[in-house]
């Protein structure tokens, strides 16, 4: 089994604030993915970034970076110089290379930027 | 473009009707997914195919059951509909395999039961 967990239900950012969204994951598949997304209010899923469990450096994507810590089981969003439509739900998922690829994902996080 | 298309935008059904939530993608994508949103739970995976006639319950399958007869379609049903399965559905499909194959999504159902 695999979960995700996001501790964070709201969070309020300064506008042009770096802002670290938390995500811990558990799974007992050797290889795996984890991705963020990004959900505003229109209600469409914007995939962000995505790191592999044997990838050596941290993935960035713009703005964006996941600080990836293996053996805390951690995979960070971190969103630099943020903005006003940054505004949204932020959701950290995983998928198990060996579980078939299914996709799990967490309770999500309400990042709210302040102007 | 990429499409996952969602039969609905919006469904009102009436307790113990039988519901189906139909979805198509245009991508070939091997894996399928059906969530349910609602506040405070994020998404949570109701039934995953990874293949035609192929399915895996999620985490969440109770009252709900699947159908995916062709690669591109797959159907959530749900058998007699209740109150408490009145959320926001969405659809997902992928790629089967390893690295960045992210998922793609539908815009999503709104179920109401009354």
């Known amino acids: 089994a695999q979960k995700i967990t996001q501790t964070q239900p709201g969070m309020f950012v300064q506008e042009k604030e770096a802002v670290t969204l938390d995500c811990t994951y558990d799974t007992s598949d050797p290889s795996y993915g984890l991705f963020w997304y990004k959900q505003p209010s229109s209600g469409e899923m914007i995939f962000l970034i995505y790191q592999g469990s044997y990838d050596q450096q941290n993935a960035t994507e713009g703005r964006y970076s996941l600080n990836f810590q293996k053996a805390r089981k951690s995979a960070n969003l971190v969103i630099s110089a943020s903005q006003l439509g940054d505004s949204a739900m932020y959701f950290c998922?995983?998928?198990?290379?060996?579980?078939?690829?299914?996709?799990?994902f967490g309770g999500g996080t309400r990042l709210m930027v302040k102007p | 473009d990429v499409k996952v298309t969602q039969s609905s935008r919006y469904l009102v059904k009436r307790t113990g009707e039988k519901v189906f939530l139909e979805c198509v993608q245009d991508?070939?994508?091997?894996?399928m997914f059906w969530y349910r949103q609602d506040p405070g739970l994020g998404l949570r995976l109701i039934y995953f195919s990874y293949d035609v006639k192929m399915k895996e319950k999620g985490d969440i399958p109770e009252g709900y059951s699947v159908s995916r007869e062709k690669k591109e379609r797959f159907s959530l049903i749900l058998e007699s509909a209740s109150t408490n399965q009145t959320s926001m559905y969405l659809c997902?499909?992928?790629?089967?395999?390893?690295?960045?194959?992210?998922?793609?999504f539908g815009q999503g159902t709104r179920l109401t039961v009354v």
């Open positions: 997902a499909s992928s790629y089967r395999g390893r690295g960045g194959t992210e998922a793609f």
């Open positions: 998922a995983m998928r198990g290379d060996n579980a078939g690829n299914m996709l799990t």
């Open positions: 991508m070939d994508h091997e894996n």
